[in-house]
């Protein structure tokens, strides 16, 4: 939704900053200035409690990448790589690659964030008592580090509140996804109690404005019950999706009645003679029972016109890369993920460079609305399919 900026590379993933980011950098900043630091250590001046805002500021930043940076250490070391962290209104996020493979690895990622946020707060706290012999509980110093040691001990708490996709709610997806064998029953228990959680700041945002008229605190509580209401709820459709696909193979869907086309064809003819025929938004190129590309009706259209009665198919079409084909022993679950991953709505099924057949997104889509429907008032343990493994 915003633009996101890379402010730095650990190991092999960026560290980005959304753009939302600078509202909740101002809004920390701007309340600890004005309200925060003044009601709970009185005397300074404004300089001080700016410079206090300052340093409280990064080092409320750096506490977030710590948490984030834990979350993805540990979830590199069981093998599911991480695509990036992103620090955004809400905090930050470590976003997988893919979906998590076991529920050991998922469990030590989900609680490894809220250990280093522990550990961070009893590393600020400690550090306040050192300087508080100093230098007295007056000082500036002393109370910045006594603000970072609770609010670190906060974000260690919160976070583990057991709603998904709090990391509470992921270490509870992971356990009962390792005890009942059912990553989809795990979801969907940890992503209703997330919807509860999420009713529940709600309301809160709602008492916040109409009893306190604190509108920046109230909205703030709001979008955050809406975005963990919103998380869950694609949690829940991405991992039934997947499991119900996983069980089936891509031949189940393939179409194995594709016209092929000669690469030495012009395009005018194939307009004429193949996309106007034959109702195919995509042909596999055959040379001499060899397959060779694909060309798709989007790629013909970027051509100027004035052309198509001299250019020829072997100029125009797509080689062969794993972006575009797909093996028919694949989980069909891998064929949605590689269409959504390169946003793509069919691919073509080869098996040794030979073309087999094509698979389409909408079909896919159709199979699991289908299902969903029909499934939606059995129970999880006995819906086909709905078996995590
Ligand atoms: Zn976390």
Redesign the pocket.
């Known amino acids: 939704m915003f633009k996101r900026v890379t402010l730095f590379r650990f190991f092999n993933f960026p560290v980005k900053a959304d753009a939302s980011w600078i509202f909740l950098s101002i809004l920390i900043f701007w309340t600890l200035v004005n309200n925060f630091f003044p009601a709970r250590y009185p005397g300074h001046n404004l300089e001080t409690y700016q410079v206090m805002g300052a340093v409280t500021l990064a080092g409320v930043i750096i506490s977030i990448i710590a ?2 940076v ?2 993805a250490i540990i979830a590199e070391y069981y093998h599911m790589p991480i695509e990036s962290i992103t620090l955004f209104i809400f ?4 976003e997988m690659k893919g979906e998590p493979s076991h529920p050991k690895g998922e469990f030590l990622m ?1 609680v ?3 250990a280093m ?1 522990a550990l961070l707060g009893i590393f600020f706290w400690a550090s306040e008592n050192v300087y508080m012999m100093k230098y007295g509980a007056a000082d500036a110093g002393s109370q910045v580090l006594e603000y970072l040691g609770d609010l670190n001990m906060l ?1 260690a708490a919160f ?1 583990m509140v057991p709603a998904f996709p ?2 509470g709610g ?1 270490a509870l997806r992971a356990a009962i996804w390792h005890y009942k064998n059912n990553l989809v029953l795990a979801t969907r228990i940890a992503s209703g109690l997330g919807a509860n959680f999420a009713y529940l700041l709600i309301g809160y945002a709602v008492y916040k404005i109409c009893w306190h008229n604190n509108m920046v605190q109230g909205m703030w509580y709001g979008l955050f019950g809406y975005f963990v209401y919103g998380a869950g709820l694609y949690a829940v459709r991405q991992t039934e999706s997947r499991s119900l696909l996983s069980s089936e193979k891509v031949t189940r869907f393939m179409h194995d009645h594709i016209v092929s086309v000669s690469p030495d064809l012009t395009i005018t003819d194939l307009v004429d003679g193949y996309f106007y025929k034959h109702y195919q938004k995509l042909f596999p190129v055959v040379d001499r029972d060899r397959l060779v590309g694909i060309i798709t009706l989007q790629a013909v259209l970027l051509i100027d016109r004035h052309k198509w009665g001299f250019l020829h198919v072997a100029s125009v079409m797509q080689p062969l890369t794993e972006t575009n084909t797909i093996d028919p022993d694949t989980s069909a679950a891998g064929a949605l993920e590689l269409m959504q991953k390169q946003g793509r709505d069919s691919l073509l099924v080869t098996r040794d460079g030979k073309f087999m057949g094509v698979i389409a997104l909408r079909d896919l889509f159709a199979y699991l609305s289908i299902t969903m429907k029909v499934d939606r008032d059995r129970p999880v343990m006995t819906s086909r399919g709905a078996d995590g493994r």
Do not use: M, T
């Open positions: 948490h984030e834990a979350h905090g930050g996020v470590a989900a490894a964030g809220p946020s974000i976070n709090l990391d992921r």
